[in-house]
């Protein structure tokens, strides 16, 4: 075994690396940029290497940089983690030409699988069902029209580098796929440098379901069971599952077997993932992923094995711990994605200060790489945490979640807490099963449900503003010239009358007006018909703790200006308290320009200054956190002045692209 190990990565993944490590006695490097000079992963290392600006392609996926990294702290092997260059078969070979153990595949493997189509070809060789579908070399726009109509409608266009949903696209009429194959292929090309596509059939509701593989460098393979991924938003992963619910066991021996020849296929070597799409009792190949996967944990839990200590001692030339007749699965596991971004404006990615930051993890297994008081930032994935449950029974592992999201608090930033307990409380997923189309076709419930804050909410919405209040004044008061003045007393005295409070809490189109009056010992607040009597109130580390009608309560909250971000008995809260004076002043116009809906970076401008554009139009193109967002013009119109050119970082709130006034177009 090799003594020293740099991971080349950063987050939870980094840190998950490392304990593993560590506990085996390795020594541990981690590298970090810019951004992450204070993150976990630098400060649970055993030495820590800066390697770049906090952009990724000037750090965590510049190849060079990290090698010299790695001769520099004299580092035996390489973990590349997941994600930036785990799958970059350059890498590995740079790896190999330096000198150094590279913890993954061979970089022939990862070539024969990178590829969409050349995998596809493969694996039908090796005898893997597929897809009816075009996964060949001619890419001519007229043949691959001719191929579409010979595999049917629907389907879907893939790029063949792609991943993450980029470059994809469902087409469902032949009208349609002169337009679709045209839009897939500029993804691709903008996204992985290559344009070229494949075609094959779309599954209407298809499960999610991929197999974990393991091979080593003596000939050995096994597989470590299945994991269900089907609850997606935008062709990405939110919840995970092993075992997989619903599935017969022929068809977990069947899938589990067709994995295993994939994996041989290519002289795996390493942790894998084959990918799978499932519907009405059959399962096609979809891709092989060549690395650890995020989800890995629940494959851990089931089975009892750590995959980091498999990866680190398969790369170092041992043979498998295990052959496949020793592996049992046991109970269930299910791991939930917390991500910092807002499933209400279509899973835009949040950044900022995680200014409160706790997760329940009793009887629960909490993956991250921050603690409350770091910040997310733009140039990285937006997940902040996993949250792994393992049970004897699936409902049991569903049960302890919900009651790991009931007692966590995000706070900084927006986030999808809320939302993944609307999944899990679902009946279609508690039942099992559920398809990849899931999330989408009940957004409204799932994403953008219209709730009413409760009496007890407002009402602890309103004692947090006054503690938060109390607490200010009590800072000025203690950098106060004359700290004793009557002017920054905290108990709310007025003179010749008896002082109440009157809050309007905006809520989208709502407003939920609250009032407080003393009352012994505390105050007595009526919101509506509703009346409750608070007492012993405090506020205490961002949690407003009130004892209301005799109910002890307590809810984080922030306050921002205006916003006010409360969390409550599992539920999210981001409330506004208008300041009037504040808002007089505020200009109109705001279908006369174009705003970053959030920090980014703008990567194509799509218009110039004085062109004539109609409503609709895409103007800008940002991207944020592995996302991208296309800002339309407002209304029709001539674009008077652009401020901010391709390759800026712009701020959430800056105006990019002003119009002409209507009387001037």
């Known amino acids: 075994m090799f003594q020293s190990l740099l991971i080349a990565n950063r987050g939870e993944i980094a840190c998950r690396i490392i304990q593993t490590a560590q506990r085996m006695g390795l020594r541990s490097i981690a590298v970090f940029s810019d951004a992450d000079e204070s993150a976990q992963h630098v400060q649970m290392a055993d030495e820590a290497l800066h390697i770049g600006a906090a952009p990724a392609r000037e750090s965590y996926l510049n190849i060079s940089v990290i090698i010299a990294a790695a001769k520099r702290a004299g580092a035996d092997a390489i973990h590349p983690g997941y994600g930036f260059l785990s799958e970059n078969a350059a890498f590995a070979e740079a790896c190999a030409e330096a000198g150094i153990i590279f913890v993954g595949p061979t970089a022939s493997a990862m070539r024969a699988m990178g590829s969409k189509g050349s995998a596809k070809a493969l694996m039908e060789k090796a005898g893997v069902p597929l897809l009816p579908g075009y996964h060949g070399a001619e890419q001519d726009a007229d043949f691959l029209a001719g191929e579409a109509q010979r595999i049917g409608f629907p389907l879907v266009i893939k790029a063949v580098a792609g991943g993450g949903g980029r470059g994809m696209r469902v087409v469902r009429a032949a009208g349609d796929f002169a337009d679709a194959l045209r839009a897939a292929r500029q993804e691709g090309a903008s996204a992985f440098g290559d ?65 295993v020849a994939a994996a041989k296929a290519v002289q795996y070597q390493g942790a894998g993932t084959v990918e799978f799409i499932a519907q009405d009792g059959g399962f096609y190949f979809l891709e092989m992923n060549t690395r650890l996967q995020v989800e890995h944990p629940v494959t851990e839990a089931i089975t009892g094995f750590d ?3 498999w990866q680190l001692r398969v790369a170092a030339g041992e043979v498998l711990p295990v052959r496949q007749e020793d592996i049992r699965a046991q109970g269930h596991a299910m791991e939930l994605r917390l991500y910092a971004e807002d499933p209400a404006r279509d899973f835009a990615p949040s950044i900022g200060a995680l200014q409160v930051f706790r997760l329940a993890d009793q009887g629960l297994r909490i993956d991250s790489g921050f603690v409350a008081g770091d910040r997310i930032s733009i140039h990285y ?32 930033v927006a986030h999808n807490l809320d939302m993944l307990d609307r999944i899990l409380a679902h009946p279609d997923f508690a039942a099992g099963g559920i398809d990849t189309g899931f999330i989408g076709r009940n957004a409204g419930t799932l994403l953008t449900p219209k709730l009413k804050p409760s009496a007890q909410t407002l009402a602890l919405a309103a004692l947090g503003v006054l503690a938060l209040e109390e607490e200010a004044a009590r800072a000025q008061a203690a950098n106060s010239a004359d700290p004793h003045s009557p002017w920054h007393a905290t108990d709310h005295w007025w003179v010749n009358t008896r002082p109440s409070r009157v809050f309007e809490f905006h809520l989208e189109d709502a407003v939920h007006a609250i009032t407080l009056s003393p009352a012994t010992d505390g105050w007595r607040i009526t919101s509506g018909a509703a009346e409750i009597i608070a007492r012993h109130t405090k506020l205490e580390a961002g949690r407003i703790h009130a004892l209301l009608d005799g109910k002890r309560l307590s809810a ?52 110039s200054e004085g062109q004539e554009v109609a409503h609709g139009d895409v103007l800008v193109v940002l991207e944020a956190m592995k996302t991208v967002f296309r800002l339309t013009a407002p209304r029709a119109g001539r674009i008077e002045t652009i401020s901010c050119r391709v390759g800026e970082a712009v701020r959430e709130g800056q105006i990019l692209i002003q119009f002409a006034a209507t009387g001037t177009d």
């Open 195 to 259: 344009d070229r596509v494949l075609i094959e059939r779309y599954l209407e509701r298809p499960r999610h379901i991929e197999v974990q593989v393991f091979g080593d460098s003596h000939g050995h393979a096994v597989h470590l069971f299945e994991r269900d991924c089907s609850a997606q938003r935008r062709h990405q992963k939110v919840i995970e599952e092993a075992p997989a619910p619903g599935i017969s066991a022929e068809m977990r021996d069947a899938i589990g077997a067709a994995a």
């Open 307 to 309: 995959l980091v200590e």
């Open 381 to 412: 994935d937006a997940m902040v945490a996993k949250m792994i449950a393992h049970a004897p029974s699936r409902a049991e592992a569903i049960a302890r979640l919900r009651a790991g999201l009931a007692n966590s608090d995000i706070i900084g």
């Open 556 to 607: 984080s909250i922030l306050r921002a200006n205006e916003a006010i971000s409360l969390r409550h008995a599992g539920q999210s809260w981001r409330l506004r308290l208008p300041d009037p004076i504040a808002r007089a002043g505020e200009e109109e116009g705001g279908d006369d320009r174009v705003v970053a809906p959030l920090p980014g970076q703008v990567t194509q401008l799509m218009a």
